[in-house]
């Protein structure tokens, strides 16, 4: 019975081990060959518009998964793209998803009113 609650007791530990952690793909990229986006999409992820590399901070996680499988399969972005999104786990994508959705646009849309 102690080697079982023992046992329980350590899966979180893991469990958050396993998890990719977004930011640190995003700025240092992965083992399995995955560039740094921050290497030519800003350390804030605001963009390089002389490589066009466009601004991804705040742009909904869904959106970025897409764009990222589009890449992987070879159905948009170029080249250098379609390498990194391949080198991405599922997980992975989640996880650098998530991260850039979570960050505040440096340069926020200007609001309408009515």
């Keep these: 019975m102690r080697r079982l609650l023992l046992t329980l007791s350590l899966l979180p530990a893991f469990a ?13 990229g992965n083992s399995n060959g995955a ?17 066009g590399a466009p601004k991804l901070a705040g742009l909904p996680a869904t959106a970025i998964e897409t ?7 070879g ?5 250098n793209m379609q390498r990194i999104a391949q080198a991405l786990s599922p997980a992975e994508t989640k ?12 340069n926020p849309p200007a609001s309408s009113t009515n």
């Design 67 to 73: 764009y990222l499988a589009l890449f992987a399969h």
């Design 95 to 106: 996880a650098v998803a998530a991260y850039l959705a979570s960050l505040t646009p440096a």
């Design 16 to 28: 958050s081990a396993a998890t990719p952690d977004g930011k640190q793909i995003f700025l240092h």
């Design 75 to 79: 159905q948009a972005g170029n080249a």
């Design 35 to 51: 560039l740094p986006c921050a290497a030519c999409h800003g350390q804030n992820a605001e963009g390089n518009s002389a490589i």
